[in-house]
């Protein structure tokens, strides 16, 4: 579940930015608790309190403790937290820089920049938790990317292949947008083949043209990706690892 926190004076526009999160939770089968809070003052109090948040969405012009302050507070407790501010008052921007906000957004709201920006913070906040979640008959499932071996793929049907799970994940994608979403991850993984996307941590070793994985299952690096490839995993592990 993604966790978010509302920090707006004017409760119009906080029960706007509810709605618009509910709405694309709905929309996207995306797990939500959404706490509003009135002040910053307020907001940092459940901080200290142990309260975290995955998205911050915050005004600048608040009365008891402004947007900007309660940011610097934010992160004295939380680096990590994505701040989205929402706000009529552009003339912060230099103040801002210091609490490194994710994305401004202007009021009133442009709903579909507002949706564009959720997306994207929502991403990051998977890639900095470690999971890759897919959608399948209508649910979302979440896997731990430690737990995956590679991913393979036969037209549109992607298959997910796990450590010690017998069972495997099966959802429609593409490949080449599941090896877009994993480059910054914590983990990398090799696109070997047009139809194998596959976990470093799992490969036992490599040749030119193999590659064989903790499982014993040896999968075929296309010759067109061979050089790269080596390349690739050379500057991680070392050529002493790779046979020749």
Same mark, same amino acid.
Do not use: W
């Given at each position: 579940?993604?966790?978010?926190?509302?920090?707006?004076?004017?409760?119009?526009?906080?029960? @706007?930015?509810?709605?618009?999160? /509910?709405?694309?939770? #709905? #929309? #996207?089968?995306?797990?939500?608790?959404?706490?509003?809070?009135?002040?910053?003052?307020?907001?940092?109090?459940?901080?200290? &309190?142990?309260?975290?948040?995955?998205?911050?969405?915050?005004?600048? @012009?608040?009365?008891?403790?402004?947007?900007?302050?309660?940011?610097?507070?934010? &992160? !004295?407790?939380? /680096?990590?937290?994505?701040?989205?501010?929402?706000?009529?008052?552009?003339?912060?921007?230099?103040?801002?820089?210091?609490?490194?906000?994710?994305?401004?957004?202007?009021?009133?709201?442009?709903?579909?920049?507002?949706?564009?920006?959720?997306?994207?913070?929502?991403?990051?906040?998977?890639?900095?938790?470690?999971?890759?979640?897919?959608?399948?008959? #209508?649910?979302?499932?979440?896997?731990?990317?430690?737990?995956?071996?590679?991913?393979?793929?036969? +037209? &549109?049907?992607?298959?997910?292949? &796990? @450590?010690?799970?017998?069972?495997?994940?099966?959802?429609? +994608?593409?490949?080449? !947008?599941?090896?877009?979403?994993?480059?910054?991850?914590?983990?990398?993984?090799?696109?070997?083949?047009?139809?194998?996307?596959?976990?470093?941590?799992?490969?036992?070793?490599?040749?030119?043209? @193999?590659?064989?994985?903790?499982? +014993?299952?040896?999968?075929?690096?296309?010759?067109?990706?061979?050089?790269?490839?080596?390349?690739?995993?050379?500057?991680?592990? +070392? !050529?002493?690892?790779?046979?020749?």
């Amino acid at each position: 579940m993604i966790q978010i926190g509302i920090c707006d004076d004017d409760m119009k526009s906080a029960s @706007k930015i509810e709605t618009l999160l /509910q709405n694309i939770g #709905k #929309k #996207k089968l995306i797990d939500m608790n959404i706490e509003v809070y009135a002040d910053g003052a307020t907001f940092l109090e459940s901080l200290e &309190r142990k309260m975290r948040y995955d998205i911050i969405y915050l005004d600048i @012009k608040m009365k008891l403790l402004d947007g900007v302050d309660t940011a610097k507070g934010i &992160r !004295e407790i939380d /680096q990590e937290a994505i701040i989205i501010y929402v706000s009529n008052y552009e003339n912060y921007f230099m103040e801002l820089f210091e609490v490194e906000p994710f994305r401004f957004i202007k009021k009133p709201i442009d709903e579909e920049k507002f949706y564009r920006y959720f997306m994207k913070a929502y991403e990051k906040v998977l890639k900095k938790d470690n999971f890759f979640e897919y959608k399948f008959n #209508k649910m979302v499932f979440k896997v731990p990317l430690k737990e995956i071996m590679y991913f393979e793929s036969s +037209g &549109r049907l992607i298959k997910i292949i &796990r @450590k010690d799970f017998n069972q495997i994940e099966k959802f429609y +994608g593409r490949l080449n !947008e599941i090896e877009k979403f994993l480059k910054d991850c914590k983990y990398f993984f090799l696109r070997i083949h047009q139809s194998y996307l596959v976990n470093f941590e799992y490969v036992q070793k490599m040749n030119y043209t @193999k590659v064989c994985i903790s499982n +014993g299952k040896e999968l075929f690096i296309s010759e067109s990706r061979q050089k790269r490839i080596r390349e690739e995993y050379s500057q991680i592990l +070392g !050529e002493k690892y790779i046979d020749r």
